[in-house]
């Protein structure tokens, strides 16, 4: 369903539209447009194995850029690329606060867990 404000939202290249679909939708175009999203993020780009481990540390618990980059051992620069990559993608959200905010991962992601966990296996061997 989209609501008269979402077009307000809609930046020219149609994320804003993507996600809307995302949320929304439920077939199976959006389910392999998620497993697509996660494919291309943990395998197809260098940073995938870092972002697997960001999955893996905010599934225990939610951080923010300094918390993750000191668990994981990564650069804060770093962390935020793959932050933007993880939101741009709806794997993670953030709180609203601009200063150490909290990175979540979102209720669209949890429905493709077990996605993730067969890449992440797959990536492994």
Known sequence: MVHAHDSDRRGVDGRAAE????ETGTNSQDTRGMEKALWYLLTATR????????IDALTERP?????????LDVGYK????HMEQLEEHDVVESGDEDYAKLYFLTDR???YRDTFEDIVEQMDR
């Open 19 to 22: 996600r809307q679909t995302f």
């Open 47 to 54: 940073g995938g194995a870092n972002r697997a481990r960001i």
């Open 63 to 71: 951080m923010n850029a300094n918390e993750l980059a000191d668990e």
């Open 78 to 81: 770093t962390i935020r690329h």
């Open 109 to 111: 992601f949890d429905q």
